[in-house]
């Protein structure tokens, strides 16, 4: 006896669950991609997509509409099956047969109606959810002679509506929740409010490229700009990559070892405008930069705004986000997408696949143009933070923690270094609360008697300089580096590294720590320093040197936490999730409240700067 395929017992159970779990998400990707495929097969110069409201019985409803290949009234009713196409390859990385449908009757159960013009001929279809049968069907017509079918032939309805069918087309339009749903102001739900310009704005982040190449207009009822609560106008919907030449400078770089290729997009805002420059290149949508992983010209794990504001360090962006976009292009074999695409997969596991995989290849393919950017958009600082990253750097190197060596299971650009087995779970000894570099700026006296609290540093007559050409010793490189120290003051670039009421927060793949300069214990240790110091010079010289110490020496607290958790990774009996939440922005938060123990240290290290600045403005004087 031959093997028996295994069969479906309960097939309304199986389908009511598939579509009532698809995410709502999808629903404009699902349709304007069967749109674009479908619109390959139609003649050059007659590619066309547009989207636009349709009327049902007075109330506005979302429709597709695309050139391409027709369907016969046996083509629509097999496309409206589930697992079913027409004039597509079915594959598990190519095409499912459900996704259009599964988004739509999630969002619109009331019904979607398809209608498709084939050698003159129209026919229509409407599928949607029957209370009657609790489950999604093909809704009966009754037809003007009495007789009742699925698909019926519409042509001459459409004719009076002044469709052309001269050649093939195809429109679907969406009914929603109910007959008085407006699908065109709320496409995902009723009573859920999107922005006007939601749909063409979807399309724009997600489609890299149009497959068809055709041309896309969107109903300004639908877009950003003029036309507020008009209809029957359009604006033309272009891809990133076609306004690309009107932006200041763009650059592709491909990885020498693989396939992966970075493209740095400089998007800045029309110092005129509030909108970035590829907006008002393309007016039918909202455009911001943002980060995203390109797969077969769809893109995924799209960050933008917050989103991307919060992660961009990690891609070696500290700053810049809001000017910078980076698209990640990954090749076709390297992922897989989800039962619903919005998301990638890694085909071994199916694992999630982000865009912080891609980061090392962010940071080590940038251009030089792009950094210049990004040091442009840096805060400007006086501050130097040298000598207190210097203090860091020693106390972690008494854990002899060596470097990460990078995964090669998930990030194809990882190469492994080299190894270093001399770390220990415990350090020797040593002060903790040492000054940063003795005294600030010009005070420094190369004659003076070495500080008997911080016998470890040389003086500086007795530094001894190297070679040309010398560099770090092999197991000194091996050795992990600490994080580099940025001190942010604004109210913006505190709200874009999302640390709101935190005290700092450590990106360890761009080995950057950010501390929040407005945390509240800066003004709680500022004030008893001002108390103690008050007299001690002029009062704005006498404040600007409290604020400045009380923020140095949070950051010093918040670094030395993170140094600690760093160490444990050399300790079998910390996880990697347990080394996470040692140097989450909570954790970090907690070392930057304990001022006290910095309070000493913060007082001399404050008057040594009145003194110096004290002096400054007298010379200028």
């Known amino acids: 006896m031959k093997s028996e395929p295994l069969r479906i017992d309960n097939k309304k159970f199986l389908i009511n669950r598939l579509i009532q779990q698809a995410p709502k998400s999808t629903l404009i990707r699902e349709f304007f991609k069967n749109a674009d495929e479908n619109a390959c ?86 599928i949607g959810f029957d209370d009657d049968e609790g489950t999604y069907v093909r809704f009966s017509m009754e037809l003007p002679d ?36 407006d699908t065109v102001a709320q496409p995902l739900g009723k009573d859920k409010n999107v922005d006007r310009s939601f749909v063409a704005t979807s399309i724009f982040r997600r489609f890299a490229t149009f497959r ?95 989103s991307w504001s919060a992660a961009a360090p990690n891609f070696g962006v500290p700053f810049g986000s809001k000017v910078l976009t980076v698209e990640i292009e990954i090749p076709d074999d390297m992922a897989l997408p989800s039962q619903y695409r919005d998301n ?23 251009p030089d143009w792009v950094k210049e950017i990004i040091r442009e958009q840096s805060p400007k600082t ?23 060596t990078l995964s090669p299971s998930r990030k194809p650009l990882a190469s492994p270094t080299e190894s270093n087995d001399e770390g220990s779970d415990t350090s020797d000894p040593i002060d903790l609360e040492t000054e940063f570099g003795g005294e600030p700026d010009l005070h420094h006296d190369p004659d003076a008697e070495a500080d ?14 190297a070679p040309d050409g010398a560099k770090a ?13 940025k001190i942010l003051t604004t109210p913006e670039d505190i709200a ?35 108390r103690e110091l008050r007299g001690s010079g002029e009062a704005e010289v006498v404040r600007g040197a409290i604020l400045q110490a009380s923020q140095r020496f949070m950051a010093y607290r918040v670094g030395k936490a993170t140094c600690y958790a760093i160490s444990k990774r050399i300790s079998d009996d910390w996880s990697n999730d347990d080394l996470d939440l040692a140097t989450s922005p909570e954790s970090l938060s907690m070392a930057a409240d304990d001022y006290k123990q910095s309070m000493i240290k913060a007082k001399k290290w404050a008057k040594d700067l009145i003194k110096v600045n004290s002096a400054k403005k007298e010379d200028a004087a």
């Open 452 to 465: 008997s609290a911080n016998p470890q540093r040389a003086k500086q007559k007795k530094v001894r300089k």
């Open 382 to 404: 006086d501050e130097d933070l040298d000598d207190l990253q210097t203090d860091l750097q020693s106390l972690l190197d008494e854990f002899r923690v060596p470097t990460v």
């Open 41 to 126: 097969h139609a003649a050059e110069g007659n590619r066309k997509i547009e989207i636009y409201p349709v009327q049902i019985n007075g109330v506005p409803k979302l429709a597709f509409w695309n050139t391409g290949k027709g369907m016969s009234d046996e083509e629509l009713k097999k496309a409206t099956d589930l697992s079913s196409s027409i004039n597509k390859t079915m594959a598990l990385d190519e095409n499912f047969g459900i996704g259009a449908k599964v988004s739509g009757l999630t969002v619109s159960p009331e019904g979607i109606r398809y209608r498709s013009c084939k050698e003159g001929v129209v026919n229509e279809v409407t």
């Open 344 to 366: 990638l997969m890694w085909p071994d596991d199916r694992s999630l696949m982000t865009a912080e995989v891609f980061s090392d290849y962010v940071r080590e393919l940038m």
């Open 473 to 485: 010793s092999r197991s000194t490189a091996a050795l992990e580096r600490v994080p580099e120290i």
């Open 496 to 530: 874009e590294k999302n640390l709101k009421g935190r005290g700092g927060r450590y990106y360890k793949e761009a080995q950057t720590l950010f501390i929040n300069g407005l945390y509240p214990v800066v003004d709680r240790m500022a004030a008893e320093l001002e």
């Open 212 to 306: 068809s190449d055709a041309e896309v207009k969107i109903d300004v009822a639908m877009t950003k700009g003029g036309g507020k609560g008009e209809t029957g106008r359009n604006r033309r919907l272009k891809t990133l990559a076609q306004v690309i030449d009107k932006l200041p400078r763009s650059e592709r770089v491909s990885c020498p070892l693989d396939e992966v290729h970075v493209t740095y997009i400089h998007d800045p805002k029309h110092p005129s405008y509030s909108h970035t420059l590829s907006a008002l290149a393309n007016p039918a949508t909202a455009s911001t930069t943002f980060c995203a992983v390109v797969h077969k010209g769809e893109r995924y794990d799209f960050k933008t705004s917050k």
């Open 146 to 181: 009495g007789n009742f079918d699925t698909v019926c032939d519409v042509t001459e309805a459409v004719k009076k509506e002044g469709q052309d069918i001269s050649f093939d087309w195809t429109e679907v339009a969406l009914f929603g929740e109910s007959e008085d749903h």
